[in-house]
C-alpha cells in the first residue's frame, strides 16, 4: 500500500461577500485546508461580527473588490441586488466571481459570462444549482462530449418536506407553518411553494446544457400551493406520490420548460428524496446520467464553493471551464413549453387534475417513443 | 431568450492505442466535435481497417509515440502489457495520456501518475471507473474541499445481469451463458463474476477518495460465482434481492475494502440498476452523493475519454485535475478489512450465509452510529 502526498500550492486569497450560513460553511471549509485564505468578509453590521472569527469584517465592498491581494470573490450574500452590481464591480477589477446565488445567475448569466470572459476571468456557479452536489460540472463534462437531450430534476428541498408531511396527513398551511418554524422555509414562501426557486435552477441546468437561457417567468412554472394533504392520502392509497419537478427538453428550435409537481409511484428515486436531498438527470446518447446528494446546508453549499474556487486555481484564466462545448450551440429564436398530458385537453393546473385522479398524468421518465401521442405543446403568453 | 456561442479552440491531435468497441466510440465522438482530431490508431492488424475509417492505422506504436504533432495518446487496448509498457513510453515523451484501463490504473496507478508529474503532463482515467458517469470527477471535486469517509457502489454490470436472470429462476451456469452468448461476459468470466474487476475499481476509486492505494488482491473479494437462482428466489420471497457491491471505508490508520455479494431490499437503489447501469456513492460530512449512469459501453465510456482530453486541453500543465487535495493525504501503511457480519463468528463465505438465511446480512449503508456493534474485523493474510 502507498500513500500519495502532493505539493502545496501558492495562496489564494478570498473575499467573501455575505457572511450567513452558507458564508460561515466557507469559512469552515477554507480554515481547513491548505492554500486557501479568507481575506476580508462583507456584513451589514462588522461589529456583530469583529472578534468572534478570525477574518476582517467591512461594511465597505470597496474595501474588498479594490483589495489587489484578493484572487476570488465569493458571493453569498443572496438576493438580485447589490448582488449583481457587486459581481460586475469584481469582474470589472479583474477578479474570478463564484457564487451561490442562483437569482442572479438565472437572470444575469449569460451577461455575467461574458464579462467574465471579457475580463478573462472566471464566473463559476456550481453551487447555484444541487447546493453540495457536483451538478453543473457533471453536466459540463457530458456536455464537452455528447448533446444532452433531457435535464430534469428535484431541486427544491421546501417543497419537499412539505409534501411528506402532507403525506402524513397535515393540511398545506399547517405543513407550511411547520417548515417556517424549522427554518426548511422562508417567511415569504412564495419562491420555494411557487416553483420559482426550482424554475431558477431549471433555467441554470437548461442554460448549460442547450447553450439557450429560458426565462423562467416565460416557462409554465406551477408550484404545490393548490396541493393539500387529500390529494396525498388519495395518491398514496393508488402507491403514488409526489415531488415537484423541474425538467427541460431540447427539441428541433424550441426548449419544453416545466417546472410542475407530479406524480411517480412510491418506489420512484423522487420519493426516496426527503428534506434538503436533490436528484438531478440528463439524457444524452449514452444514457441517463443521475446525480444526488445535499442540496442545502452551509457545508454542503461551501464545498460546491470551494470545488469552485479549486477549479479557478488551475485553470487557464481565459478559459472559463464550464463552457467548452462550441459545437452544440444553436440559436434558439423561439421557445415553446411542454407538458405530458392529453392532447386533447387544455393545459390544466395540476390541482384540477389531482380532482380528475392521478392516473393520466404520464410520469416524464415514461414519455413513449413518439412523443406527439401524448404532449400538448402549449404556446407562452 | 439568448444563444450563447463559444469561440474555437485550436485542435488538439490524439494518439488512439487501440481500436474495440471504445475506441471507435472515441472516432465517432471525436468525429463531432471541433477543435479534436484522431490522427492515427494503432491495431495489430492495420489491413483489416485501412480504408473503413478516415484514419490512418499503424501495428507500429512508434509510429504514434514519436509522432511530435500528436498531443495526447488514447489507450484503450486494456490488459495489462503491452498497455502499461505504452503509458510509461508516451509520458516518457511528454505527451499526456487518458485511458480506461482499470487494470493497468489499479496496479501502476501511483506510479504512472508519478511518471506524468515528473513529466509535467496528465494521466487521466475518468473510464477506468463507471464507463461514462463523470464519478472521478465527481469525487475529486468533493476531495477539494471536505474528506470523504466511505466509497462504495455497483460497478460491475455483468453481474447484475447474471443476478437479474438467476432472479428470474435461471441457473447459474445458464445465465453465464446466456451474458457470453450476448456479449455481456467474457469467454473467461473470472474478472466479473470472482469480483477482481469490481475490486480493480474499488482500488482507484478509494486511492483517489483516501490517497492511499489498496492491492485489491489484499481486499476482501467474494463473487457471485457461488450463488445460485435457488439463493436469489429465496431471498426475493423474502423481499430481497442481491447485487456485488464493492465498498472502501477509512478508519484511523487503515482502510476497510470489500468487495462481496450483498443483500437489499427490493426497493434499494442498487435493485433498481440492471445490465450496465453503475451506481457509485460517497459519504463525506456534506452528506450522500451518488451518481448514476451507463458503466460501459462505446459512446458512454468515450464520454468519458472525451471529456478527459477536454480537461488536458484546459489544465495548467503541471497540476493533475484529478488530484488537488493535499490536506487529507495520510500515511496508512497498514490495511484492515472490514465486513458487516455478527462479531462472535469468523467471516463466511457469502454463500454459506446465505444458507442461514439472508437477515444477518447487513446492508452497509445501515451501518449504526457505533459500527464496533456490528462489524467483524478481519485482517489479511
Redo the contacts between chains.
Keep these: ?9 501558492e495562496n489564494t486569497q478570498i473575499g467573501l461577500l455575505g457572511f450567513g450560513t452558507v458564508g460561515q460553511g466557507v469559512l469552515d ?1 477554507v480554515n ?4 486557501l485564505h479568507v481575506a476580508k468578509a462583507l456584513v451589514r453590521h462588522p461589529e456583530n461580527y469583529q472578534g468572534k472569527y478570525a477574518v476582517p469584517f467591512t461594511s465597505n465592498p470597496d474595501d474588498i473588490l479594490s483589495d489587489p491581494d484578493i484572487d476570488v470573490i465569493v458571493e453569498v450574500m443572496g438576493g438580485l441586488h447589490p448582488a449583481y452590481d457587486l459581481i460586475v464591480a469584481a469582474l470589472g477589477q479583474r477578479k474570478s466571481v463564484v457564487t451561490a446565488n442562483k437569482a442572479v445567475v438565472a437572470r444575469y448569466g ?1 451577461e455575467l ?1 461574458s464579462r467574465a470572459r471579457e475580463a478573462r476571468q472566471n464566473f463559476l456557479f ?1 453551487a447555484s444549482v444541487g447546493g ?3 451538478v453543473l ?2 453536466l459540463s ?2 456536455l ?3 448533446p444532452i437531450h433531457v435535464v430534469e430534476g428535484v431541486v427544491n428541498g421546501t417543497t419537499n418536506f412539505i409534501l411528506d408531511q402532507m403525506d402524513q396527513g397535515m393540511s398545506y398551511h399547517h405543513a407550511l407553518e411547520r417548515a417556517q418554524a424549522l427554518g426548511f422555509a422562508e417567511q415569504d414562501p412564495s419562491a420555494d411553494v411557487d416553483g420559482w426557486d426550482s424554475a431558477r435552477k431549471l433555467t441554470i441546468l437548461a ?1 448549460l446544457a442547450f ?5 423562467a417567468e ?1 416557462g409554465f412554472v406551477e408550484g404545490i400551493r393548490q396541493i393539500d394533504a387529500e390529494h396525498l392520502t388519495r395518491l398514496r392509497q393508488m402507491g403514488f406520490g409526489m415531488r415537484l419537478v423541474a425538467r427541460a427538453e431540447r427539441h428541433p428550435g424550441s426548449i419544453g420548460f416545466v417546472v410542475a409537481p407530479t406524480v411517480y409511484p412510491q ?1 420512484h ?1 423522487y420519493l ?1 428524496l426527503h428534506g434538503s436531498q436533490n436528484a438531478i438527470g440528463f439524457l ?11 442540496g442545502a ?1 452551509g ?2 453549499t ?3 464553493i ?2 469552485d474556487i ?1 477549479r479557478i ?4 484564466p481565459d ?1 472559463n ?1 464550464l ?5 452544440y ?7 415553446y413549453f411542454i407538458f405530458m398530458d392529453n392532447p386533447d385537453k387544455p393545459l390544466p393546473h395540476i390541482a384540477d387534475a389531482l380532482r380528475s385522479g392521478p392516473g393520466f398524468i404520464v410520469a416524464p421518465h415514461k414519455l413513449p417513443e413518439d412523443p406527439s401521442i401524448i404532449q400538448y405543446r402549449y404556446r407562452a403568453k
Design positions: 500500500m502507498q500513500a500519495l502526498r502532493q505539493g502545496i500550492m471549509v481547513r485546508r491548505e492554500g449569460p459570462m456550481e453540495g452536489i457536483p460540472d457533471a463534462q457530458h464537452s462530449t455528447v442554460g447553450h439557450a437561457w429560458v426565462d416565460e418506489d428515486r426516496q444524452s446518447e449514452a444514457g441517463w446520467t443521475w446525480i444526488e446528494g445535499p446546508g457545508i454542503a461551501a464545498t460546491s470551494v470545488a479549486q486555481r488551475m485553470s487557464v478559459r471551464p463552457f467548452f462545448s462550441p459545437s450551440a444553436e440559436n434558439v429564436d423561439d421557445a
